[in-house]
C-alpha cells in the first residue's frame, strides 16, 4: 500500500529517533534503506492451521537496498494511525 508523502516524514523521523544509523543484519549496509510501504500480516491459527486474513498486524516495511534483507516496524507504535477507521475496518 502506498505511502503519502507526510507519512512517510513521520516514518524517517521516527526511525531516525528511535533506532539512528540502522545496520543491515545480513550484510552490513548501513546507509539509506528503501522505504518499501505499509502491509499488514496474517494471523495463522496453529491448532487448525486456518489463515485468518481479517486478524492481522500492521506494519511498515523497510529493505536494505544491498542486499534486500526485510525489516518491518509497527506504524501504531510509531504513531500512524488510520484517519477514518471505518474505512479501514473489513467487515
Not at 5 to 17: A, C, F, G, R, S
Not at 27 to 51: P, V, Y
Amino acid at each position: 500500500m502506498p505511502i503519502s508523502n507526510e507519512t512517510k516524514e513521520t516514518i524517517i523521523n521516527w526511525l531516525n529517533q528511535k533506532c539512528g544509523v540502522i545496520r543491515c543484519f545480513c550484510c552490513g549496509h548501513q546507509k539509506a534503506w528503501n522505504l518499501e510501504g505499509a502491509a499488514m500480516t496474517i494471523n495463522l491459527d496453529l491448532d487448525s492451521f486456518r489463515i485468518h486474513y481479517a486478524d492481522g498486524i500492521p506494519q511498515i516495511t523497510i529493505c536494505c537496498p544491498n542486499c534486500g534483507y526485510i525489516m518491518n516496524f509497527n506504524p501504531l507504535v510509531m504513531g500512524i494511525k488510520p484517519t477514518n477507521i471505518d474505512e479501514h475496518n473489513i467487515s
